[in-house]
């Protein structure tokens, strides 16, 4: 068993919302519906998607060009797929669009086959990039293939468990992973067993990142998030 991909619908005419919202769904993902960017900003904050439906032409102070260059400023070329929509997209629009970060584009209106056929795409490109290659934040490099971690260009000898969770945490950095999350995906969703486990492996893992160590912070009764050193 494995959780559902979540995807953010950043889209606020609230009939189209609900229908991409239904068809994501019944194809089961995980969805959450934003009518401005503002709110799915800030709601990335405590977990990042692993796919932006993103209206360029939404209300709110942010356009979605503007939502697009935000999000790819605080969280960098991560795995998360940005699918641009619009009802009418210029050559300029998409090229500005994908010079930003954006993954592809889809214009309104569009069926419900094409848009699930462009989501499954993204999500599958994503997931290829997510195992093979290596993640550097700052002086930390975990090199994924070969499953080692680099500290200032020296190699640091970390247990499975160790360098799953600082897998887990730079894969969704900067943004706080809940422990419960860390728990299921790196010891599994059968273990029997209680957060502590996490906390413990935790310490051990800050151990290691000697003067670094404060890269890996925790937010009192949710979990931990790397942030760059």
Same mark, same amino acid.
């Not at 090229?95 to 989501?119: C, M, N």
């Not at 360098?163 to 995906?185: D, G, I, Q």
């Given at each position: 068993?494995?959780?559902?991909?979540?995807?953010?619908?950043?889209?606020?005419?609230?009939?189209?919302?609900?229908?991409?919202?239904?068809?994501?769904?019944?194809?089961?993902?995980?969805?959450?519906?934003?009518?401005?960017?503002?709110?799915?900003?800030?709601?990335?904050?405590? &977990? /990042?998607?692993? +796919?932006? !439906?993103?209206?360029?032409?939404?209300?709110?102070? @942010?356009? $979605?060009?503007?939502?697009?260059?935000?999000?790819?400023?605080?969280?960098?070329?991560?795995?998360?797929?940005?699918?641009?929509?619009?009802?009418?997209?210029?050559?300029?629009?998409?090229?500005?669009?994908?010079?930003?970060?954006?993954?592809?584009?889809?214009?309104?209106?569009?069926?419900?086959?094409?848009?699930?056929?462009?989501?499954?795409?993204?999500?599958?490109?994503?997931?290829?990039?997510?195992?093979?290659?290596?993640? &550097? /934040?700052?002086? +930390?490099? !975990?090199?994924?293939?070969?499953?080692?971690?680099? @500290?200032? $260009?020296?190699?640091?000898?970390?247990?499975?468990?160790?360098?799953?969770?600082?897998?887990?945490?730079?894969?969704?950095?900067?943004?706080?992973?809940?422990?419960?999350?860390?728990?299921?995906?790196?010891?599994?969703?059968?273990?029997?067993?209680?957060?502590?486990?996490?906390?413990?492996?935790?310490?051990?893992?800050?151990?290691?990142?000697?003067?670094?160590?404060?890269?890996?912070?925790?937010?009192?009764?949710?979990?931990? &998030?790397?942030?760059?050193?």
């Amino acid at each position: 068993m494995t959780n559902p991909k979540l995807i953010h619908i950043v889209e606020d005419d609230a009939s189209i919302a609900n229908l991409l919202k239904i068809a994501l769904t019944q194809a089961g993902y995980s969805v959450t519906v934003f009518s401005n960017g503002e709110t799915m900003l800030d709601e990335c904050k405590n &977990k /990042i998607p692993d +796919l932006i !439906l993103l209206d360029i032409m939404i209300e709110g102070d @942010l356009d $979605g060009i503007e939502v697009l260059k935000s999000f790819r400023k605080t969280y960098g070329l991560n795995d998360t797929a940005i699918i641009m929509v619009s009802a009418k997209m210029q050559e300029a629009d998409k090229v500005r669009g994908l010079e930003l970060g954006a993954d592809d584009y889809i214009t309104k209106p569009f069926s419900v086959a094409e848009l699930l056929a462009r989501v499954k795409a993204n999500l599958r490109k994503n997931q290829k990039a997510k195992k093979t290659d290596n993640l &550097k /934040i700052g002086a +930390l490099e !975990l090199q994924l293939e070969k499953r080692k971690f680099f @500290l200032e $260009g020296n190699d640091i000898k970390l247990t499975q468990k160790e360098f799953e969770l600082l897998k887990m945490l730079a894969e969704n950095a900067p943004a706080v992973v809940e422990r419960e999350a860390l728990l299921k995906t790196v010891w599994g969703y059968d273990y029997i067993g209680e957060s502590r486990t996490v906390d413990i492996h935790i310490k051990n893992l800050k151990s290691k990142l000697g003067n670094f160590k404060d890269s890996i912070l925790s937010e009192r009764g949710i979990g931990y &998030k790397l942030v760059k050193p």
